[in-house]
């Protein structure tokens, strides 16, 4: 597939092609409202589709299709939708003068992810705010910046998956010249891009396609309602629409990576299923346009086929999210087993999140009440993203509570040690590095009363299995919204200033020390006992000896424990206990000697060590 036709095409003068799919009618016009209104009917083509060339209609012109002399709909591949999801779509010239000619993209293994909120990440809420925040991100180490999905949604307050015009930029965020403007100053400061794509299901305000044609199928359900049709009479065209979307993306807008929400619940049973030939696609384009991208997806079911390789079998993406590896830190450290975290809370399975990626390859969960996952044993460790926060993991909660309000100040710098001293590719959620006190909370801005309660009630029904107790915040009250803004001003004070510091000390170590800058299981030696509450990880480069080790103690009092370590004088980089952490005091030395060390590790404390070589 080359380049991207749906929708409409700016071809210079006055002059615009346009594309659409719609096999349910007999006749499509297009209906012009600007600078003059007309109709122009558009020709029939193969498949369902039908297309014109159109003199006298620039950049800014305003479109809809008429379907069958009755329905007027905007372009389901409308590239903005400045009036809103019930809008006409806009005609978008497509170009742009990029400055990230030399942007080949980074290793895979080079990825320190931060993922925002562009509405709430600043107080203005769009693309053009967030720049000026990169030399900060630059600073922390940060080499990806994640955005939440930005494909148009109704109003202005979402977390964007609600999303019904895949292609349009959300026009509250600044519409596609300002993502384009984003992109490039990302580049510009040696960062890359990740756009989260939804391609599971739309929303449910202003998703038109249905009347355009079979975009849909009963057959399937998903928890958001009809499932797209990926596997069913012309699915062939569906599965274009949306393979252009990701190619849009990434040559367009020079995204470097697409991250795929809950893949799990794309529902496809063909030979060759859609993810397989949209992974086989997108990277075809990366060879042809010379850069580093990648294909990220999310997904519950702990199945290798999505990051093993298609000469192996599998779809061949490039790494995926790994829900197991938070649920084991985040039980371990604040005690909740209910809802799905009644499955984790033992150090035995982090040891095997370590060691492996999932927890889950075969055992019953009691959560599920069946067997669940596949194993992981033998897929390399770049092919995981793991935090110890998510937009999902925060915002799913009854009221959006950050580990910041559920952990103590030593407990968030364990979490923090966890995830960026792991052998994976980690990920932090915007204001995490300093312990951001405001909630990431669901909201909305739907305009359906209907609508607007089925959410509410679908909020309470999800939290009941948590047990939790209650009214949950409103999500289509604005105040939901305006709470879960970040709070910039705490980055410089106290314990908030301690904790980024920290975070950049640990992000600073981990590509500093070759055997942390290497994503690697067979480097790597894990240990850890449930009784003793101490998870021991060690990493190395050559055969020789082991280069680093870190002792994790999961505990909330202090530990003796007796270390089994190399011959070799063996220094302490880091002591997550010491004063100059806001610690309660180390009590470990500055260097160890011997094979069996014996050391005090105090509660909730982290400490690295490396061999003095190094």
Known sequence: MEGVSLGATYLGGESCQFRVWAPFHQRVELHL??????????????????QAVVDGFEPGGLYLYRLTRELERPDPASRFQPQGVHGPAQLVDSRFDWEDQCWFGLPL?????????????????????????????????ITAVEIMPVAQFPGNRNWGYDGVYPFAVQDSYGGPTSLKNFVNACH????????????????????????????????????????????????????????????YWITEFHIDALR??????????????????????????????????????????NDVRLIRSRELGGYGFDAQWNDDFHHCLHVILTGERTGYYEDYGEVRQLVKAFR??????????????????????????????????????IGNRMEGERLSRLLSFEGLK???????????????FMGEEYGE?????????????????????????EFAAFGWRGEPPDPQDEATFLRSRLHPNLREQGKHKVLQDFHKELIRIRKSLPALARLSKEHMEVAGQDKEGVLFVRRWIDREGFDVFVVFNLAGQEKEISLTIPEGEWHKRLDSAEPSWDGPGGKLPQSLTGREVPICLGPRALALFSLAQN
Do not use: M
């Not at 693309?127 to 900060?136: V, Y």
């Not at 086989?280 to 042809?288: D, G, L, M, S």
């Not at 909630?439 to 209907?450: A, E, I, K, M, V």
């Open 260 to 301: 795929l929400d809950a893949v799990h619940s794309i529902r496809d049973h063909s030979p060759r299923p859609f993810l397989e030939e949209l992974s086989e696609t997108v990277h075809q384009q990366a060879k042809r346009l010379n850069r580093r991208i990648y294909l990220f997806p999310e997904s519950a079911s």
């Open 188 to 247: 510009n400061h040696r960062l890359a891009v990740i756009l989260d794509v939804v391609y599971n299901h739309l929303g449910p305000e202003g998703n038109y396609l249905g009347d355009f044609g079979p975009y849909f199928t009963d057959r399937y359900k998903t928890p958001w309602g009809l499932a797209l049709n990926f596997d069913g009479p012309h699915c062939d065209e569906v599965r274009n629409f949306f393979i252009e979307n990701a190619l």
């Open 356 to 393: 492996e990626g999932f927890v889950y390859s075969g055992e019953r969960s009691r959560f599920r009440r069946r067997r669940h996952g596949t194993s992981s044993r033998e897929i390399p460790a770049q092919r995981f993203v793991v935090f110890a926060q998510n937009h999902d993991q």
């Open 414 to 428: 364990l979490s923090a040690g966890l995830v960026l001293l792991s052998p994976f590719i980690p990920l932090l």
């Open 109 to 141: 293994e080079n990825y320190i992810i931060y993922e925002l909120h562009v509405g709430t990440f600043t107080s203005e809420g769009t693309f053009d705010a967030i720049i000026p925040h990169l030399i900060r991100l630059n600073d922390l180490g």
């Open 437 to 461: 006190t405001a909630p990431f909370q669901y909201f909305t801005s739907h305009s359906d009363p209907n609508l607007i309660e089925a959410v509410r009630r679908g909020r309470r029904e």
């Open 33 to 50: 409202l600007t600078p003059r209104e007309r109709f122009v009917p558009l020709e029939p083509k193969q498949q369902g589709y039908y």
